[in-house]
């Protein structure tokens, strides 16, 4: 069993795909442990894509992810299950959607961009060090419904909103 985040990223929210990505997600038989609305922020944004900082097309990259070209939204979950990185990653099919399978999600709604960049509506965690990293940048433990991870207790009392 692995767990995996998955985005749907703010072309894919645009495009108004939610219920069309959730149900060719829904082929791999999977539990979704977690979900809920992000507005993304620099910081987050640039903490995902961290690996890919020297590339070329980063800054265009964090900027898509934050929805400055589309509505600034992510819907962001934990798929949870048999095989779930592997499975996840089929569905979603290649990184460049001119490459992805025609039946996969990328290469039915993906596109490149005049800017070069790959509007390919979905992330999908790459390997099982890579989900863990992600998971714990996106979600907090109690956000997720059963623990996929090791937590602790933090007595810390942190300032935080509440409802008015
Ligand atoms: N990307 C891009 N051009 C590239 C490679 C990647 O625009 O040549 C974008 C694309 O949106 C991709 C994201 O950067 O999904 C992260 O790249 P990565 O190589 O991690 O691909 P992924 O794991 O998403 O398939
Ligand atoms: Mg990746």
Not at 127 to 142: G, M
Request: aromatic share 10%; charged share 35%; glycine share 4%.
């Amino acid at each position: 069993m692995d767990a995996t985040l998955v985005l749907f990223k703010p072309d894919g929210i645009t495009k108004s795909l939610t219920g069309n990505i959730l149900t060719e997600l829904s082929e791999a038989r999977l539990e979704i442990a977690a979900c809920k609305c992000v507005r993304v922020s620099k910081e987050l944004a640039e903490e995902h894509y961290k690996s890919l900082k020297n590339e070329s097309f980063y800054n265009e990259l964090i900027k898509y992810i934050m929805g400055e070209y589309h509505k600034k939204k992510v819907l962001a979950f934990v798929y949870w299950g048999d095989d779930a990185l592997r499975k996840v990653r089929e569905l979603a099919g290649a990184t460049n959607p001119e490459e992805a399978e025609a039946d996969s999600i990328r290469g039915k709604y993906g596109r490149i961009t005049t800017r070069g960049i790959f509007e390919n509506v979905i992330h999908a965690s790459s390997d099982a060090k890579e989900a863990e990293r992600e998971i714990k940048l996106w979600f907090e433990p109690d956000e997720i419904i059963f623990d996929i991870y090791p937590t602790k207790e933090d007595e810390a009392t942190v300032k935080k909103r509440a409802w008015a």
